[in-house]
């Protein structure tokens, strides 16, 4: 290379020394040709030109430090060459054949002859390309850290801190000034000054703390739940300098997670109210638990539920259940009246949720007490919810207080007001089973006393009718006669049926218990069946063997004629029911076949419940209540009940008593 250039000695010893340079240098004629470059040079062009015939930047493209492309007239190098122009320390940026890019500091001088005749140009690079990639990361790392929600700060092995960014002073409200220098124990409560010290000596072990839950102090004091992962910091020979913190203020994830916890409690005594309101029909009970809960939910100190009443006076409330407090803190003060506090929950079906009552404008305008009677119990937070019925009417309200203001929000406002929907329904409920009660316990005298009036008149008559038919008759008379008493047995049956539903009810149905043998007494009734039934044949599958029980015989006479009764009754277009008893070593077994109407699927089971008639049977004569009775006498010897039919076929009425171990 040295070849094309004359040159004497020492030039020669300055050549070899730009040849080595690690800056970049060339030379070029006053046409822009080559005349020297050097290794350095080489590196940042990324090819090797050709001396004295390539011009001083061949294919390259040159751009601005800030990525606009610059013209190549418009370079330091073109500015030297053309225009005799000095520039130093002239930021460019080269793309290289490779497209790779190179920037660099450009010093670019023209050269002169002895006699000051312009003859080229000396031009001098330095790369800076690595210098500010490194410095472009560090800024863009900074920004990050600055801009970052999260706290992140630096300390050195004794925990004094060295970088502090603006999330921290977010965070903990100190400033980077006020941090700097000090112990990061500053951030530390008292009683957790221990935490620091596993801190550091995780650190100098060189481990990671990755996030690790605990509290911290802001300058005002406040106690903050924060998530930390704490890293160690090295230097370039990989010691350990120092630990890097993050801190993430986690208050809201906190209470988020309380939220949740308190939801699903919440949710879990939603759900007991729940049960309660499904399963107690007792009014009292339901509004007590109602109180309970809705006291512990909404965080009152105390609460109570007022019936909504009228007196002698109007409207006024009536204290009914009350949770949290005594029941003489609100006896002895007198009940609250419509004042206008109260009208909206108790007229206008309206929620009310104060934070401070007594600064309330509806509160203390009414006398003689203008606020709060003396010595009730200290209220500020106030929350009233309405309890309504379906039908619209304000049945009552649930009232909650707390000494401390802003106790309740708008949360508390709707888990009330759900429970209390929930409680309405119970209460609707519950009057109307009242009043179902009431209505059937009525209905129950009325049986109990008519079939009592009526067995007096019945017994007279039965017993004339009687004494008539000993005397002569003539064979009508005697006929009518015999008819006449049929149907006063009849009527008697009736009314001792309808006594024994009512005493039924009132619990007073007695039994006398004795052994017997069932097929005897089964036999003995049939045998009555011909006289008065005649359209139908009773056959009697005997087995010949003894079936004893013990039991009351003359109810279950009762219930082996009602089944009997029964089969001949609702087979009007028959002329067979069929008898049996069987026996093995636990039970007794006594079958009633029949060849009638038969029953429904959906009559089975209902049939043997109080007054119930299948439909399809009203023109044969009936109450309703046999088969309850048999059921009951059944039920009352630990016995079973139940039918087998199919509609229009016919009917197996069966029941079963313990056989009677001897
Ligand atoms: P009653 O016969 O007075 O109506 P029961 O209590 O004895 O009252 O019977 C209740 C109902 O059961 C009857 O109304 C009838 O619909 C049905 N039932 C009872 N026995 C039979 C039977 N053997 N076949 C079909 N239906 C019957």
Known sequence: MQD??????????FQSLLEDSPLAVYTSDQHGHLTFFNQAAVQIWGVIPVLAEDLWLGPWKIYYPDGRPMGLKESPMARALFHEERSENEEVMLQRPDNSFRRLLAFCLPTYTPDQEFCGTYNTFVDITAKTSYETKQSVLSAIVESSDDAIISKDLNGIISSWNQGAQRIFGYTE???????????????????EDNILSQIRQGNKVKHFETIRVTKTGKLIPISLTVSPVKDMSGKIIGASKIARDITEQVEAQA???????NLEL???????ILQKLEVKEVLQQVTDITTKITGAAFGAFFYNTFNDNGEAFMLFTLSGAPREAFESLGMPRHTDLFKPTFSHREVIRVDDITKDSRYGKNAPMAGMPNGHLDVKSYL?????????????????????????KAEHEDLVESIASQAAIALDNSKLFEEVTAMSDKKDEFIALASHELKTPLTTIKGYLQLLSKKEQDRVNALFLDKTLDQVAKLNALVADLLDVSKIEAGKLQFNLEHFDLRLILKEVMETFPYTYKSHKIIFHDQFEPAFVYADKQRIEQVINNLLTNAIKYSPNADLVEVSVDRNPDTVTVRVKDYGVGLKEEHKRKIFTRFYRAEGVENISGLGIGLHLTKEIIDRHKGEIGVESKFGKGSEFYFSLPAHKF
Do not use: C, M
């Not at 939220?259 to 409690?265: D, P, S, Y």
């Not at 309890?387 to 309740?408: C, D, K, N, Y």
């Open 4 to 13: 094309y250039i004359d040159i004497d000695n020492k030039n020669r010893q």
């Open 177 to 195: 000034a006020e941090t700097i220098g000090k112990p990061v124990s500053i951030l530390i409560p008292k009683q957790r000054l221990q935490e």
């Open 270 to 276: 939603l759900n007991s109210i729940g049960k309660v």
């Open 384 to 408: 009233a919810v309405p309890v309504v019925s379906t039908s619209g009417e304000v049945i009552g309200g649930l009232l909650f207080g707390h000494p401390q203001a802003g106790r309740f």
């Open 259 to 265: 939220a949740i916890k308190r939801n699903a409690q």
